[in-house]
């Protein structure tokens, strides 16, 4: 059984910031900065490439509303959405889940980069994407 769904079923402790029926958000134990959350549904799901189109909107929909509440209770500037599909993306839990992540200004301990790779084709990878 996955950490998250250990956590649903009360075998591990968390700090719950939301939950119902349906979906749990926790403070990720991490805290890249003050009020880093995860928000997952409840019944395991490996990732959005295997979520349900129903499921997902309401995790969405959810997320922004959360998103909106840490923002102004935080007083953050700004925030991160994150989710990761697979190992080489980063997912460490396979359950899916969404990372809300606070910003506060440009020099928190979060680093995203986007990397310019120095070849390519957009009309190549236009043409495979569409294939």
Do not use: W
């Amino acid at each position: 059984m996955c950490i998250f769904c250990k956590i649903v079923n009360n075998e591990i402790p968390s700090y719950k910031v939301y939950e119902d029926d349906d979906f749990l958000a926790i403070l990720d134990i991490t805290q890249t900065t003050d009020g880093h959350t995860l928000v997952f549904p409840k019944k395991h799901v490996k990732d959005i490439l295997e979520i349900d189109d129903e499921t997902l909107s309401k995790l969405i929909i959810l997320t922004k509303k959360l998103s909106e509440n840490i923002m102004t209770k935080m007083n953050a500037t700004g925030l991160n959405l994150l989710n990761n599909t697979n190992e080489s993306a980063g997912q460490s839990v396979h359950h899916i889940h969404f990372h809300i992540i606070p910003r506060y200004d440009e020099n928190d301990e979060v680093t995203i980069a986007f990397n310019r790779k120095s070849d390519f084709n957009l009309q190549s990878i236009l043409n495979k994407i569409n294939d």
